[in-house]
């Protein structure tokens, strides 16, 4: 027992002294250092998670973030990035984000509707018409008024970027009118107003995460899926989906979200940079982005996709058949809101 003793005070002792050395060290080094790296001096991990692949410009994006707060914080903060769902899907990760288990995600609105209701706003179908009205909207009041309100769930958004309009593919036939879409069975995002869109619509609609809708495409649980061309083409969806319509039903923004704990326990100066580089690289998404949704319907015909344009009164059978169900929704998710982005959308084409 005393032998134990004499170890366990040795080993402490031990640890003191290295632990006083290793301040030393770092006052000598770090000395006058008035950088965004705190007095504590201490290094801070971002682990950053998003739901699409490493071709996608989310992705991209992310890279873009890593580099400005890495570089803008001398490494105080470091930015580990996970692509594909590797972290989960967009709902486990806001969960893991609200745990403080993991800092960053960046999800589609849809799925965080189901945390902040109001965010359902975005998926009411035929909202906006292009998406210089969608960035004024988003970045302007109501947008910003809506990430405050993710702070009650323990959420921080930073900043909006984009998925981009959603158009529908699936393997059964082409898609051309409001009577095409008659039993199709429809992976839809995990969001009630997108489920019963579908079916006013006469689809089949199942709501799935998304990092299982390859395989279910694959082995035929659901027929097709909607999503912007750019996530069609470089998620290889082309490989088990035969048809492709321009539907354009929904413009789908991405919220970038921190944990909350996270984003207190940083400095003002901290925050101040993650704030601006999540806008920052949120500009260089969105703009490769549109890029992207531009190129790749044409790439997507050449992998053998047969594309089906939709006639403006085809778009317009659409609107009228999903009408009921927004007026429905329309309290459920505010009147306020909804009436606020409605106002917003027509001040930003004045
Ligand atoms: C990726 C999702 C995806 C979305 C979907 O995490 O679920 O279909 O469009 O991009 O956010």
């Not at 990035?81 to 800092?103: N, V």
């Not at 395989?215 to 659901?222: D, E, F, L, P, S």
């Not at 969806?237 to 979200?257: A, C, D, G, K, W």
Request: net charge negative; hydrophobic share 35%.
């Amino acid at each position: 027992m005393k032998k134990l003793f004499g170890l366990l005070s040795m080993v402490l002792l031990i640890t003191v002294l290295a632990a006083c050395g290793g301040d030393n060290a770092e006052s000598t080094s770090g000395d006058g250092d008035e950088s965004a790296s705190g007095d504590s001096g201490e290094t801070k991990t971002i682990k950053a998670g998003i739901g699409l692949n490493s071709d996608h410009p989310q992705y991209k994006g992310l890279l873009k973030f890593k580099e400005i707060v890495e570089e803008e914080t001398d490494g105080a903060i470091k930015v580990e990035t996970y692509h594909s769902g590797q972290l989960g899907d967009d709902r486990t990760m806001t969960e893991a984000l609200q745990l403080g288990t993991q800092e960053v995600v960046i999800p589609s609105t849809a799925p965080l509707a189901n945390f902040v209701p109001e965010f359902s706003v975005f998926d009411i179908p035929f909202l906006f018409p292009n998406e210089q009205v969608a960035d004024e909207v988003l970045d302007g009041e109501v947008g910003q008024e809506l990430l405050g309100k993710l702070e009650e769930q323990n959420l921080v958004g930073l900043s909006y970027w984009e998925n981009g309009f959603r158009d529908l593919t699936n393997s059964e036939r082409a898609v051309a009118t409001v009577d095409d879409f008659d039993g199709l069975k429809i992976r839809t995002m995990e969001n009630d107003l997108h489920l019963d869109a579908f079916k006013a619509l006469g689809a089949n609609p199942t709501p799935m995460a998304f990092t299982e809708l390859f395989t279910a495409m694959q082995q035929g649980t659901v027929d097709g899926q909607e999503n912007p061309y750019a996530t069609i083409y470089l998620q290889k969806f082309y490989e088990v989906q035969e048809h492709v319509s321009n539907t354009h039903h929904i413009y789908s923004p991405f919220v970038f979200l921190m944990s909350k704990s996270f984003y207190d326990g940083l400095t003002e100066e901290q925050q101040k940079i993650v704030k601006d580089a999540a806008v920052e690289a949120g500009e260089h998404e969105r703009k490769l982005n549109r890029e992207a949704n531009e190129k790749y319907l044409k790439e997507l015909q050449e992998e053998g996709m047969e594309y089906t344009e939709i006639t403006d009164e085809a778009r317009q059978e659409m609107v009228d058949a999903v009408a009921p169900v927004v007026e429905e929704y329309k309290s459920k998710i505010g009147e306020e809101t909804v009436d606020k982005v409605y106002q917003a959308i027509e001040d930003a084409q004045k």
